[in-house]
Each structure stands twice: as C-alpha cells, then as structure tokens.
C-alpha cells in the first residue's frame, strides 16, 4: 500500500542549481498534480497530468517544467533554482482528472539559499 | 517535519467535545467542496465532500454543511479525540472554461485537541 511516494523528503540547493523532484503511484490512477505549500497560503497546484501523455501549467508554473514519465510517474523538475521556490512540494494523483478525493505523497521539503 | 504554516488559525478544543470548522469560500460556480486533514509531516488526507447542490452531508464522525447565501462551509466533528489533532484545509473543485477543473484550497485552521 504504498500509494503516492515522493523523493527525496528534504533538499537543500543553492541558488541556480537544478534538481528533479520525483513522483510515483502505484494505484493506476489517470491523473497527477504537483502542488507547492507556503504558510498561510493553502496549496497551489504547479502543474498537472490529466491523463498519460499529457501536461498543463496550474497557478504557479513559472520556473518548473514537469514530465509524465509514464503512467506511474511525474516529475517535477527546477532548472534554477530562487530562494522564492523554498517551500513544501507536494504530488497527489487521482483516478481521474477533477475527482475530489486526491491521494497525496508524504511531500518535499525544499530549501533554496 | 511540519509542513504547514506558523500562522494558521488555531481551535482549541477538549478531547470529547465537537469541533466545528469553518470556512468561507468565494466563488459560487464551485460544484464540490472538499474537507482535507494533514497531519504533521503528512500530505493532506481527504475527509468529505459535498455537492453545491446539498446543504448537508454527514460521513463517520464527519457532517459538512453548505450554506450557499453567504458562501460558508463548515467541517463538524464529533467526540474529537487527539488523533483529530491537525491542519484542516477546505477546498473548491472549480471549473474553468476548456474543461479544465482544479481544487482551490483555503488557508487552512489548525486543531488541537487537549486531554
């Protein structure tokens, strides 16, 4: 029962390196998200996958490009990094797009200096 | 780790008692709300949802109320114990144009639950 699993949990990077979050289910849902949690601010959705082979930017996509891998896997990745994309990155995925009740990994903690 | 914020709205409430939490919300074109729990070092867990279209649902423990005049959803939560202890975030289902639908979540309110 694995789930949503995110890697790595903590990251620090200095400003304009790069790096790739990772994100895999294993439940054979359609759809996944990248979201990005600041205090006071709720979660804001980066980008997302409605379905295997497809992407669309969310609210906040400046900065971040993603990849659909395969159905399992979507990737988050950062060319360079800005101490504004220090925050919480959260994947959740969903059996399909638009359904209420998204299954969402343990989350990244990452810190740009 | 935490993960949420240092300045969340706090309710404090005694183990045994109902919690209410509330939220307001700001578009009415919304067709789900959603209640989510995030537990300290956790992602957000998905509690209930409610169609626009009711005013009241109630799942083990959980009811969501809808009030659509003044656009307020609230979480109940009854016989709170410490493991209700948490963040609560409420969340929109939202369409937009194209098809497009996306969760819009609220700030949050932190729980905490005293013996």
């Known amino acids: 029962n694995a789930g949503v699993t995110q890697t790595p949990k903590f990251q620090v990077l200095k400003t304009g390196q790069s790096m790739t979050l990772q994100c895999a289910q294993d439940?054979?849902?359609?759809?996944m998200y990248w979201y990005r949690q600041d205090p006071g601010m709720g979660l804001r959705l980066i980008y997302y996958?409605?379905?295997?082979?497809?992407?669309d930017k969310g609210e906040v996509p400046n900065g971040y490009n993603v990849s659909r891998l395969n159905k399992r896997e979507f990737s988050l990745r950062l060319e360079s990094a800005a101490p504004s994309q220090t925050s919480v990155y959260f994947c959740?995925?969903?059996?399909?797009?638009?359904?209420?009740?998204?299954?969402f990994g343990q989350g990244t903690r990452l810190t740009v200096v | 780790g935490e993960s949420v914020g240092l300045h969340l709205p706090t309710l404090s409430v005694q183990e045994g008692d109902n919690s209410i939490i509330n939220c307001a919300y700001s578009?009415?074109?919304?067709?789900?709300f959603i209640w989510y729990k995030q537990e300290s070092g956790k992602g957000p867990q998905f509690i209930i949802d409610?169609?626009?279209?009711?005013d009241k649902r109630q799942g083990q423990r959980v009811t969501v109320l809808l009030n659509k005049t003044v656009k307020h959803l609230s979480l109940q939560i009854a016989a709170t114990q410490p493991g209700d202890s948490a963040v609560y975030f409420c969340?929109?289902?939202?369409?937009?144009?194209?098809?497009?639908?996306?969760?819009?979540f609220g700030a949050g309110t932190r729980l905490a639950v005293h013996p």
């Open positions: 959740a995925s969903s059996p399909r797009f638009g359904n209420t009740e998204a299954f």
């Open positions: 439940m054979n849902h359609n759809s």
């Open positions: 996958s409605a379905s295997e082979g497809t992407t």
């Open positions: 578009n009415s074109a919304s067709d789900y």
């Open positions: 409610i169609r626009s279209n009711m």
């Open positions: 969340a929109e289902n939202r369409g937009i144009s194209g098809g497009y639908n996306k969760l819009i």
